[in-house]
Antibody, heavy 124, light 110 residues
């Protein structure tokens, strides 16, 4: 059974870079059938897609965050990572990683499963 | 302001049928699949419906999805107390080149 686990600092100072890693277990991140994504949820609010990455390194980013986001993959460790620069209090959220299916035409499909999420607070 | 519009709340009594709407545009719902996610209190979202009306294995057939034009709906029949959760619709948006979510609907079972 595939599982995803987010890890990283729970507190980041304003203007610094938020860094999180998602470790995939029970399956290979190098599968051709999936992208891997990050989604966040500010406290008490809705979901916001951050971006997705393929094992080859191909990425899609949310245009509203693109200038500050970098998603990378480490196939040797079965992990993918998120870096969000110049953070402010508005970046305080629970950050989820998730597997994203793709169809045979490489059209992005559903997110499943999701990690349990990790709360990152931006505060001095 | 979310790209996909959902009612902030919905409610029903046990056994009832409730429907949650999701309104978008030609660049998202109108031209791409719709997905629904269920988020139980204090937990991560879980896939409920994919490709407009398909249920993953393990999701009861009380849950159904539909799409017409630039709108989609999630219907829950035979409402149960354990269905109390937040429900989110999602779709790819061709204009934004990204995934967009609805603002979420909090379902209360009275």
């Amino acid at each position: 059974q595939l599982q995803l686990q987010e890890s990283g600092p729970g507190l980041v100072k304003p203007s610094e870079t938020l860094s999180l890693t998602c470790t995939v277990s029970g399956g290979s991140i190098s599968s051709s059938s999936y992208y891997w994504g990050w989604i966040r949820q500010p406290p008490g609010k809705g979901l916001e897609w951050i971006g997705s990455i393929y094992y080859s390194g191909s990425t899609y980013y949310n245009p509203s965050l693109k200038s500050r986001v970098t998603i990378s993959v480490d196939t040797s460790k079965n992990q993918f990572s998120l870096k969000l620069s110049s953070v402010t209090a508005a970046d305080t959220a629970v950050y989820y990683c998730a597997r994203r299916s793709v169809d045979t035409a490489m059209v992005l499909d559903w997110f499943d499963p999701w990690g349990q999420g990790t709360l990152v607070t931006v505060s001095s | 302001q979310s790209v996909l519009t959902q009612p902030p709340s919905a409610s029903g009594t046990p056994g009832q049928r409730v429907t949650i709407s999701c309104s978008g545009s030609s660049s998202n719902i109108g031209s791409n699949y719709v997905y629904w996610y269920q988020q139980l209190p204090g937990t991560a979202p879980k896939l409920l419906i994919y490709r407009n009306n398909q249920r993953p294995s393990g999701v009861p057939d009380r849950f159904s999805g539909s799409k017409s034009g630039t709108s989609a709906s999630l219907a829950i029949s035979g409402l149960r107390s354990e269905d109390e959760a937040d429900y989110y619709c999602a779709a790819w948006d061709d204009s934004l080149s990204g995934e967009v979510f609805g603002g979420g609907t909090k379902l209360t079972v009275l």
